[in-house]
């Protein structure tokens, strides 16, 4: 069981919008901690998408975007592509924990 | 170009030890946190250790506390995970990861080298 939350799975048709969602409390993202979001492609190294919540690395398409309330944060992707069909993990840092750098579960996108 | 090359994986018995090695370049290296994350076959990514630049701080997930040790060779631009007393749920992907101090996310990482622990 993660320490942070997402759904196993969303799906989308190209161009369209989708969100996956990270749900944490109050040790961790509704402690004011930032989230982070990687993408991992089939058979490769995870990659980082965005950054402090919100800031997109050099090199990510504007299409990606993350926002953040609460005890909660979302990665958006807009005008869904083929080549986004990969698995999202966020992460962020729980302060009750002896192991405080924490990943969700991951959520695999299937672009239909 | 700015890269982590890690090394060392392959399959060892439960009870065994393996020391894993992660070359970094294009980067100063000796400013930066390093990581190590795992990632279990078919499941999700979990951070096992930390050290700082200079090596005078560590931080290992519990479930690999006194078993495995996270150290690093600045001169050598390296990083290293000593795993001892192996067992089957440390079989897994480990990937080196750089991390940005303060902000706490891991802005590179290397493609992973395989860890299988069976009999």
């Known amino acids: 069981q993660s320490v942070l939350t997402q759904p196993p799975s969303v799906s989308g048709a190209p161009g369209q919008r989708v969100t996956i969602s990270c749900t944490g409390s109050?040790?961790?993202?509704?402690?004011?901690?930032?989230v982070h979001w990687y993408q991992q492609l089939p058979g490769t190294a995870p990659k980082l998408l965005i950054y402090g919540n919100s800031n997109r690395p050099s090199g990510v398409p504007d299409r990606f975007s993350g926002s953040k309330s609460g005890t909660s944060a979302s990665l958006a992707i807009t005008g869904l592509q083929a080549e986004d069909e990969a698995d999202y993990y966020c992460?962020?840092?729980?302060?009750?924990?002896?192991?405080?750098?924490?990943f969700g579960g991951g959520t695999k996108l299937t672009v239909l | 170009e700015v890269q982590l090359v890690e090394s060392g994986g392959g399959l060892v018995q439960p009870g065994g030890s393996l020391r894993l090695s992660c070359a970094a370049s294009?980067?100063?290296?000796?400013?930066?946190?390093m990581s190590w994350v795992r990632q279990a076959p078919g499941k999700g990514l979990e951070w096992v250790a930390n050290?700082?630049?200079?090596?005078?701080?560590?931080y290992y997930v519990d479930s690999v506390k006194g078993r495995f040790t996270i150290s690093r060779d600045n001169a050598k631009n390296s990083l290293y995970l000593q795993m001892n007393s192996l067992r089957a749920e440390d079989t897994a992907v480990y990937y080196c990861a750089r991390l940005l101090g303060g902000h706490w996310y891991f802005d590179l990482w290397g493609r992973g080298t395989l860890v299988t622990v069976s009999s």
């Open positions: 992460q962020s840092y729980d302060s009750s924990l002896s192991g405080p750098w924490v």
């Open positions: 109050s040790s961790n993202i509704g402690a004011g901690y930032d």
């Open positions: 050290i700082k630049q200079d090596g005078s701080e560590k």
């Open positions: 294009g980067f100063t290296f000796s400013s930066y946190w």
